[in-house]
């Protein structure tokens, strides 16, 4: 990445595997699959195995985190996903807003199987749905706001869910929580460093100082004002990532005996402020972007 720095981020935890074959196994116990994505990031936080894993379902498509992303930006994300044959839905699992429309949009996209059920004298049947998407990406919260109690299991960090859980929502849907699916390397370093900034990589595996500098450059590069609000320098051309963070951190007062500036700190303080929302609302990809990839 031009001035920032070149960062090896892999995963691929042993358990992911058992996941994959229990996805696999579950899914003829299910009428639809539910793929939760981070709206900043929809194509990063999606597992390409998703796909071939779950063909021939119904898939709804969460943009969770729509709070925290550039909403003219959403809008594209969802007119894509759309034209793809999915059912759309924006939400922030966090606050709430936009999870109560998750059940109707579920009746919506298996309306024809509901029909054909009505006909057969079984209108009473419960539809069973299999919530998946990656770790951290907000599962198990939503699956709370959905049931509208504490059923799953929730931390801000990557694969607490490990087990399959169903979850009642009502008399007519029924949830299947899901651990979180990786898949095994990055093919593009770009889909690593969107989810190491967006916390869904454990930060324990990161250099984190590396990672704030590369998202220093990006932000520079596309929100300049963002910066400039938030930190009071403007960025100049040919700054490298270091530059930046040691400017951000001069401004924060950061500056440690003998003048040199505790990057460190401000590393870790940005990408909290990154992740919080707190530097405004950042989509890091787009639909253009993607197709022509």
């Known amino acids: 990445m031009e001035n920032g720095q070149d960062l090896k981020i892999q995963w691929y935890p042993g358990h992911m595997t058992k996941t994959r074959r229990m996805i696999t196994d579950q899914l003829k116990n299910v009428d639809a699959v539910c793929e939760l994505l981070d ?17 021939g379902k119904p898939r709804l498509v969460v943009l969770n985190r729509a709070d925290q992303a ?8 969802a007119a894509f996903f759309r ?8 939400c ?12 109707a949009a579920v009746r919506t996209l298996l309306a024809d199987k509901l029909r054909a059920f009505a006909e057969k004298g079984q209108g009473g049947r419960t539809m069973r749905v299999m919530i998946l998407g990656i770790p951290n990406v907000g599962k198990s919260t939503f699956i709370n706001r959905v049931a509208k109690r504490k059923t799953a299991r ?9 087990a399959k859980q169903w979850v009642p929502v009502d008399q007519g849907l029924d949830l299947l929580d899901t651990p979180g699916i990786l898949w095994p390397k990055f093919e593009d370093q770009s889909v690593g460093l969107n989810l190491a900034f967006t916390g869904a990589v454990r930060d324990e595996v990161i250099d984190l100082e590396g990672l704030a500098c590369n998202l220093m450059v990006y932000l520079a590069r596309q929100y300049p004002a963002a910066l400039a609000e938030r930190y009071k320098f403007q960025p100049e051309p040919g700054d490298s990532g270091y530059d930046l963070l040691r400017k951000a951190g001069q401004k924060r007062g950061f500056v440690m005996r003998g003048g040199e500036i505790d990057t460190e700190r401000m590393a870790k303080i940005l990408l909290d402020e990154f992740r919080g929302g707190k530097l405004g609302r950042f989509t890091l990809e787009t639909p253009e972007e993607t197709c022509h990839a």
């Open 83 to 90: 034209e793809k044959g999915y059912a759309v839905l924006e």
């Open 39 to 55: 709206a900043r990031i929809p194509v990063s936080s999606r597992n390409p195995d998703v796909d071939e894993l779950t063909a």
């Open 154 to 162: 929730t931390e801000d960090r990557p694969g607490v869910t490990r």
């Open 92 to 103: 922030s699992a966090k606050d709430g807003s936009g999870v109560d429309r998750f059940p």
């Open 70 to 77: 550039d909403p003219n930006l959403t809008k594209r994300w």
